[in-house]
């Protein structure tokens, strides 16, 4: 975890040692994936070697331990214990003499065990007289990395009455890896289920972490030895998740934030079927959205931390994902009357609830809550300032198309201007590996933009500004995903204005502002489902339009892209509506998405970037799943 926050560094020097730091926790994480593998198979080989020694093990119950038995955690041999259970503890203690001596004649062994694993030996002869170990000193090896355990103090003075060797459990992981439950005799020891759980969750968010990362960065990624695996890391998440210690907590908790803001975020994602996961159990699977599992999960950790408020956050965007805005607002309102002792806690929740109050177009609570978030956090002032300043932009149009006061409408643009030109100013100030945050250089260039613009056409700076910017807002962290019918047409009443005889600037617009309302109209149309009236607005307005007149100078660049992109989601939402095959849609789904991906660098193209390589993974498992079929 260290490495990812070096990577999130603001220095590039810092950023690169923080990769080379995940590089190797990569390998190890994987190495110890692999042991637990290796173990689990081991332990499926031995089961019936096992099985058919029962008597022998019956007629001696009171035997620590059995030589030999192969299987473990990096190679080493699986013990039985008192009770006839199997035990992770790998240090031979069979004839229960002395830590010293155990070390020993466990180096001694080795290399003849090495020969033996496939055998089966009977137990070996009681020691009554010798003192036991008081300490766990199980160790790990990956690729002859060995990490002792020996200073991790354990007490085991619980001992229960012998009993019968329990049936071996079939490996039923879909992704190769140890997918017992908590209470499953393979994890009898704590030490055990702290590492399992710790290594499924750092490994898993790595994994997924990489997987979403642009196209163009990913390859990059790919050559230097990072391969991405979001179905894997998915399912090692969920793994971690089952179990009860801090592992599992933060295990929910990026599940939930996953699929709430990473999924919420994109718009092709695929389907979740329900599966049988080879334990006679049926559950939702990883993939899209699986709405009841995470409605199980957050049932469960609020149960587990019940005084934690970040479930009630994840229970407010739960709400949003599911078009229940106003729902998802009153459970931040309510959380936020009583502080947090953390203040990164109630940050996100600020930050939470000045989106949901943007996308319900609730704009006097928008502009209060993103300042709010300015005394918060020292984050992403100008994204904060500038989205306060459109609210308030907002709220001047209405004021002056309602006819209201002159007053009322002056204090609405003097708003918008002191917020609008201050978000500049703040600019710069936050770095990642070394480069300015991509929102702050797309805000600085939009004030540059309407700054020229008002010398141009000797206006006040709130009549430049262009097509609704709090639209534009929305549509960049996907909030149109989130409203319901009656939002969704407020948004394009906004978005009416510009068109409007209340808009005296709209005539001098040139393409690429005409373009912006275009792509955000389609957006809007696209959610209500009216797909016709959606590619007719595209085409007129950006994919007739020749490329350079989108591009250059102040011009916004992101819409050529965005369009192409827009293009796919609407073929892929189409595909089981007919008037073509699913296949046939889903293959110009593709093929819109990769002109997309292949695009020249553009603004907020990392942002894009999420949704692309969201979309391309959920085509590859689309085509994959054809084909077994």
């Not at 047409?489 to 005889?501: G, H, M, P, Y």
Request: charged share 30%; aromatic share 8%.
């Amino acid at each position: 975890m260290s490495a990812v926050v070096g990577v999130l560094n603001e220095s590039l020097t810092e950023s690169i040692r923080g990769f080379y730091k995940l590089r190797k926790a990569f390998v190890t994480l994987d190495g110890i994936l692999d042991a637990e593998t290796k173990y689990m198979q081991g332990l499926s080989r031995q089961s019936i070697g096992s099985r058919r020694s029962v008597d022998s093990l019956r007629s001696n119950r009171s035997a620590p331990s059995m030589k030999g038995v192969s299987g473990g955690f990096g190679d080493h041999k699986l013990h039985m214990t008192k009770q006839g259970k199997p035990s992770l503890d790998s240090v031979q203690q069979n004839d229960a003499r002395t830590a010293a001596e155990a070390a020993s004649n466990a180096e001694k062994q080795s290399s003849a065990e090495d020969d033996e694993d496939d055998e089966f030996f009977d137990a070996d002869e009681v020691h009554e007289d010798a003192p036991k170990a008081e300490t766990y000193n199980g160790h790990i090896e990956v690729e002859g990395i060995r990490k002792n355990l020996a200073k991790n103090s354990l007490d085991e003075d619980s001992k229960t009455e012998s009993q019968d060797l329990p049936p071996s459990k079939a490996l039923s992981s879909s992704h190769g890896g140890l997918d017992h439950n908590p209470d499953s005799d393979v994890f009898s020891n704590p030490i055990d289920v702290f590492i399992h759980s710790g290594a499924n969750l750092c490994f898993g968010l790595l994994l997924v972490m990489i997987s979403m990362i642009p196209p163009a960065f990913s390859k990059l990624l790919f050559i230097i030895g990072f391969h991405g695996d979001r179905d894997r890391g998915l399912r090692l998440l969920w793994q971690a998740s089952k179990f009860g210690n801090i592992n599992g907590a933060m295990a929910g908790l990026s599940l939930l934030g996953y699929y709430h803001a990473v999924v919420g975020f994109a718009d092709i994602i695929p389907e979740p079927t329900v599966i049988n996961n080879a334990g006679n159990a049926t559950e939702q699977d990883v993939h899209g959205y699986p709405k009841e599992r995470c409605e199980a999960l957050l049932k469960d950790m609020r149960r587990r931390h019940p005084q934690s408020r970040l479930w009630l956050l994840e229970e407010a965007r739960m709400e949003a994902m599911n078009r229940r805005l106003s729902t998802a607002l009153s459970i931040l309102e309510s959380s936020s009357k009583s502080k947090s002792p953390l203040k990164q806690v109630q940050a996100l929740n600020m930050f939470e609830k000045s989106l949901n109050a943007m996308y319900i177009h609730n704009y006097a609570l928008c502009a209060e809550s993103f300042l709010s978030c300015v005394k918060l956090n020292n984050w992403s002032h100008t994204l904060y300032y500038y989205i306060a300043g459109t609210a308030h932009v907002e709220m001047y149009r209405q004021s002056k198309s309602a006819g209201k006061s002159s007053k009322e409408v002056q204090k609405h643009a003097e708003k918008a201007t002191e917020y609008l030109q201050l978000a500049p100013k703040h600019a710069g100030k936050k770095k990642f590996m070394a480069r300015q945050l991509p929102f702050d250089v797309f805000v600085t260039r939009k004030i540059h933009k309407w700054e020229q613009r008002a010398k141009e056409w000797d206006v006040a700076f709130i009549d430049a500004v262009g097509v609704s910017p709090l639209e534009e807002m929305i549509y960049f962290w996907n909030g149109y995903r989130r409203m319901d019918e009656p939002q969704l047409q407020t948004s394009l009443d906004n978005l009416k204005w510009s068109e409007s005889r209340d808009n005296d600037t709209w005539a001098r617009e040139e393409k690429d502002e005409r373009a912006v309302l275009a792509v955000l109209r389609a957006a809007t149309l696209r959610s209500l489902g009216r797909w016709d009236e959606a590619v007719r607005v595209l085409k007129e307005g950006v994919l007739g339009v020749e490329k350079g007149e989108l591009k250059g100078g102040l011009r916004d660049d992101w819409t050529a892209p965005c369009a192409h992109y827009e293009m796919g989601v609407r073929c892929w939402m189409r595909r089981k509506e007919g008037g073509k095959s699913e296949e046939e849609w889903v293959k110009e789904c593709e093929g819109w998405i990769e002109k997309t991906a292949k695009w020249e660098g553009y603004e907020l193209d990392a942002r894009v970037g999420l949704k692309i390589a969201t979309a391309q993974d959920t085509l590859k498992k689309y085509w994959a799943k054809k084909k077994e079929a």
